[in-house]
């Protein structure tokens, strides 16, 4: 089993639809997680993190963490265009010797 | 803002030269990675480090190297190229944030070998 597991897409969504993207993890330490967005050539950028139970809202985006079921997701509201790109889900490297681990993302697209 | 720099956008090289990608960070960050990123198979750490001249292993060290002599410096070598280690290389550094370590990553270098 991975250790971070997440559908290759395409998702595609309609521009103004809810886009819904989830992750699976196998590490029960795993305390938080980031969400990074990779347009396509170019590198990953941090958008969000979360660490508790529950959701978290930055704007159009929503994290959410379901430590029990370890599970992660992002939804972004009302999708744009500009949202097209690869999402990535990563449990927060704990430093010194602790694994690194990135999921291979999800590509979304947004259609006009 | 945190910036993080890469020697070169694009590189081609041949078969068995000796290769070096250099990165750069200015915000004195101790902990910096090198990842290769190839479609289908996401990102996969080569080598980090946690201090000046420091480092450990990733996933995937086989046929690189790295230096870190001076810590906004983080350079990532291949010994002898070969055409399986044309990849885009990212490089990147990290500092405790609210959410735990996050990374801060360079624009990337793709490599051609031929």
């Known amino acids: 089993q991975k250790e971070v597991e997440q559908n290759s897409g395409p998702l595609s969504v309609p521009e103004g639809a809810i886009a819904s993207l989830n992750c699976t993890y196998s590490d029960r330490g795993s305390q938080s997680f980031f969400w990074y967005r990779q347009y396509s050539g170019k590198s990953p950028e941090l958008i969000m993190f979360?660490?508790?139970?529950g959701d978290k809202e930055d704007g159009r985006f929503t994290a959410q963490l379901n430590k029990a079921s370890q599970y992660v997701s992002l939804l972004i509201r009302d999708s744009q265009p500009s949202d097209s790109a690869t999402y990535l889900c990563?449990?927060?490297?704990?430093?010194?010797?602790?694994?690194?681990?990135f999921g291979t993302g999800t590509k979304l697209q947004v259609i006009p | 803002d945190v910036k993080v720099t890469q020697s070169s956008r694009y590189l081609v090289k041949r078969t068995g030269e000796k290769v070096f990608l250099e990165c750069v960070q200015d915000?004195?960050?101790?902990?910096m990675f090198w990842y290769r990123q190839d479609p289908g198979l996401g990102l996969r750490l080569i080598y980090f480090?946690?201090?000046?001249?420091?480092?450990e292993k990733g996933d995937i060290p086989e046929g690189y190297s790295v230096s870190r002599e001076k810590k906004e410096r983080f350079s990532l070598i291949l010994e002898s190229a070969s055409t399986n280690q044309t990849s885009m290389y990212l490089c990147?550094?990290?500092?405790?944030?609210?959410?735990?370590?996050?990374?801060?990553f360079g624009p990337g270098t793709r490599l051609t070998v031929t």
């Open positions: 915000m004195d960050h101790e902990n």
């Open positions: 990147a550094s990290s500092t405790p944030g609210e959410g735990g370590y996050e990374q801060y």
């Open positions: 990563a449990p927060a490297w704990r430093g010194g010797y602790q694994k690194v681990t």
């Open positions: 979360i660490y508790s139970n």
């Open positions: 480090s946690y201090d000046v001249k420091m480092k």
